[in-house]
Antibody, heavy 120, light 108 residues
């Protein structure tokens, strides 16, 4: 079955960077676009970015441009999200999600989430 | 970006009730709309895609309708497992996916 397993919780200080991994299994990883979505405590869902199957076409949400970097490693079926210059309002649960078909679609499977806490 | 507005923000209902959540888009998204269910501490779960298509394994008491700018999610005969927060999401525009703010369905 499709599984997206994310790395564990992180605590960071303001100004630091964080890199979260999402390892996929149960499907042909190289066929699917992948997204990242975050959710601040008690808040709604915010789309962050998308990476295509080969990893050479990436789009980011405008408000995160310059701070977020998505990469993927097809040898380990893993996608990564790195967020730099962390601020307190980056405290959130971060999710990876699989695009259902081909990059302009809904998200049919999600990782379990990774809590990132930014605090001095 | 396309803005998505859900109503109500909170909905109190009883087991067995039929409930409807509305989602409005700031511009036409034809039927490029999905609905998700999220329970506390869990990832969202896909319920409906393309406005009215039921995801495999989702109970048939969930249904979606609408097109253009107005959409609804209906849960007929609410079950205890359905108390959760529901989000709509548009996927009309590449690199600009947006969600509604969520509707919490709680027990009356």
């Amino acid at each position: 079955q499709v599984q997206l397993v994310q790395s564990g919780s992180e605590v960071k200080t303001p100004g630091a960077s964080v890199k979260i991994s999402c390892q996929a299994s149960g499907f042909r990883f190289t066929n699917y676009y992948m997204h990242w979505v975050r959710q601040a405590p008690g808040q709604g869902l915010e789309w962050m970015g998308i990476i295509n199957p080969s990893g050479d076409s990436i789009s980011y949400a405008q408000n995160l441009q310059g701070r977020v970097t998505l990469t993927r490693d097809t040898s380990t079926n893993t996608v990564y999200m790195e967020l730099s210059s962390l601020r307190s309002d980056d405290t959130a649960v971060y999710y990876c999600a699989r695009d259902a078909v081909a990059g302009l679609n809904y998200f049919d499977h999600w990782g379990q989430g990774t809590l990132v806490t930014v605090s001095s | 970006d396309i803005q998505m507005t859900q109503s109500p923000s909170t909905l109190s209902a009883s087991v067995g009730d039929s409930v409807t959540i509305t989602c409005r888009a700031s511009q036409s998204i034809t039927t490029w709309l999905a609905w998700y269910q999220q329970k506390p501490g869990k990832a969202p779960k896909l319920l409906i895609y393309d406005a009215s298509s039921l995801e495999s394994g989702v109970p048939s008491r969930f249904s979606g309708s609408g097109s253009g700018t107005e959409f609804t999610l209906t849960i007929s005969s609410l079950q205890p497992d359905d108390f959760a927060t529901y989000y709509c999401q548009q996927y009309n525009s590449y690199s600009s996916w947006t969600f509604g703010q969520g509707t919490k369905v709680d027990i009356k």
